[in-house]
C-alpha cells in the first residue's frame, strides 16, 4: 500500500504478485490517491481484482484525514492482509496502515529510499516520528549502505532489516551484442527542475568543449527550466549540447545503448532509478555524491567516477577523466556496471521479501505502550511533495 504505485512500482508489483503466489502468498495493491503525485502523468489505469485505488479521481488536498481514514481502513477490512507493506509513516499510507496493522496485530513493513539523515526535522517532531517508526515490524530499503544511519535511531533487536526494492526490469535495457564506445555522446536523463543542478552541467560542457572536439552532451528530460537551460546553453555558445524533451519510456533503452556514459549531477535523491537503468544498459556512471544510489552502485574508477556537485571543476575534471579513457577501459567500466546492476534485480527483491516474511512468520508481536498508541492514532499522515524539486546548493 502507497499513496500511489506509479511508474517504477507498476512493474515491481506485477512481479511480487506472481513470485509470492507460485508459493501461496497472495498480494493485494492499494494506492491511496489518483491525483496530486509527481507520477501523475502515469495515471491508474488498473483493473485487476487485486489492485484498487481509493480515490481515483482525488489527491490528498482534496480530503480530509477522517475521509481518508475511512476509505483506508475500510479496504483493510475486506482483504484482511497478514502483513502490510507501506511507504514511510510520514505518508498517509503508512500511518494509517502501521495504525491497522497494530489494532489488528498484524505485522508491518514500512520501504523508504531516503537516508535516515536526509529530511532535517526539528527535535520534537523527529522525536515524535522516532516513537511511530519504533514500532514496526520490518524496514525495507534500498541497500546495506543504508543501515547505520537507520539503526543509530532504529534497533535491529526489535526491527528487522532488509533490502533491494528501488530495483527496475534490468532486462528492458539489456542491449545486443558487444557494447561500442566511439559514440562521442553522454546523456543525462532527468526532470529539468532546480535540484537536477543542470545549470552547472552546462557550465562546465563549456570547458569540455574548449578540451574536446568529439564529445557531445545529450539531454534528455522535460520541466520549468527547460527553456532557462536552453537559452542559458546559447549564452555560453555552446555547440555540443542537444535538448530532446521528453522521450517515451519504451525509447529510453536505445538512447542509451547509443551513449558512452551517463552523467547525473543532482543536488539530491533519495536514490534515482536512472542510474539502474544506465548501468542495465551497460554504461558507465558519471554521478554526483549527493546522489543515494551513488554510495551502493559506484564504484570509484571501476564502473565511473564521482564528483562534488556543487564543485564544477571536480565534476569537470571527472568528465574528462572518463573522456580521456581508452576504448579498452570504458568497455571493461561498462561490464563492470552490468555486473554490479545485476545483484539488483526482481528475483533479489523477491527473495529479500520472502525471507522477510518467514522471519516475521514466527516473530511474536510487539507490545505497545500507552504513549507510541496515543502517537500512532493521533497522526494520519500527509502528502507534501512540494519541495521535491526545488533543493539548493
Not at 503525485?37 to 487485486?50: G, I, L, R, V
Not at 525495507?140 to 530495483?167: E, M
Not at 577501459?329 to 527483491?349: P, T
Request: glycine share 6%.
Amino acid at each position: 500500500m502507497h499513496n500511489d504505485l506509479r511508474a517504477y512500482w507498476k512493474r515491481r508489483v506485477f512481479f511480487l504478485r506472481d513470485f509470492l503466489k507460485e508459493r501461496n502468498i497472495y498480494l493485494y495493491a492499494v494506492e491511496l490517491f489518483g491525483k496530486g503525485s509527481p507520477y501523475e502523468f502515469d495515471p491508474f489505469a488498473q483493473t485487476n481484482s487485486w489492485w484498487s485505488c481509493l480515490f481515483p479521481e482525488q489527491s490528498f488536498a482534496d480530503l480530509t484525514a477522517t475521509q481518508i481514514t475511512k476509505r483506508v481502513f475500510k479496504k483493510l477490512d475486506e482483504i484482511q492482509p497478514d502483513v502490510i507493506i507501506a511507504g514511510s509513516v510520514a505518508f498517509s499510507s503508512g500511518a494509517l496502515g502501521l495504525r491497522w496493522a497494530k489494532k489488528h496485530k498484524k505485522k508491518f513493513i514500512m520501504f523508504d529510499d531516503a537516508k535516515a539523515t536526509d529530511v532535517k526535522r526539528n527535535f520534537a517532531v523527529q522525536s515524535i516520528k522516532n516513537l511511530i517508526i519504533n514500532q514496526i515490524d520490518a524496514f525495507w530499503l534500498p541497500s546495506t549502505n543504508y543501515t547505520d544511519g537507520y539503526a543509530a535511531l532504529y534497533s535491529k533487536k526489535t526491527i528487522h532489516y532488509f533490502f533491494g526494492f528501488n530495483c527496475i526490469d534490468n532486462d528492458l535495457f539489456k542491449f545486443d551484442g558487444e557494447k561500442s564506445f566511439n559514440n562521442g555522446k553522454i546523456i543525462s536523463i532527468c526532470r529539468l527542475v532546480p535540484k537536477k543542478n543542470m545549470e552547472n552541467m552546462l557550465k562546465i560542457w563549456q570547458f569540455v568543449e574548449e578540451n574536446n572536439d568529439i564529445y557531445k552532451l545529450i539531454i534528455i528530460g522535460d520541466g520549468p527550466l527547460l527553456n532557462d537551460l536552453k537559452k542559458l546553453a546559447h549564452e555560453l555558445q555552446l555547440k555540443r549540447v542537444a535538448f530532446l524533451g521528453a522521450v517515451p519510456n519504451d525509447q529510453l533503452p536505445a538512447y542509451l545503448h547509443q551513449a558512452d556514459a551517463f552523467i547525473s549531477s543532482s543536488l539530491a535523491e533519495s536514490w534515482g532509478l536512472m542510474v539502474n537503468e544506465a548501468m542495465a544498459a551497460g554504461l558507465p556512471v558519471l554521478l554526483s555524491d549527493r546522489i543515494n544510489a551513488a554510495g551502493t552502485l559506484l564504484k570509484e574508477g571501476v564502473n565511473g567516477f564521482g564528483f562534488d556537485a556543487a564543485n564544477t571543476h571536480e565534476m569537470y575534471k571527472k568528465v574528462m577523466e572518463f573522456i580521456d579513457l581508452p576504448e579498452l577501459e570504458k568497455k571493461a567500466m561498462s561490464k563492470k556496471s552490468l555486473k554490479i546492476i545485476s545483484a539488483m534485480d526482481y528475483e533479489n527483491m523477491g527473495t529479500q521479501l520472502l525471507s522477510a516474511l518467514k522471519i516475521l512468520a514466527v516473530t511474536p508481536p510487539k507490545k505497545l505502550g500507552i504513549i507510541p498508541y496515543l502517537a500512532i492514532n493521533l497522526w494520519s499522515g500527509g502528502y507534501n511533495t512540494s519541495g521535491w524539486d526545488n533543493v539548493k546548493q
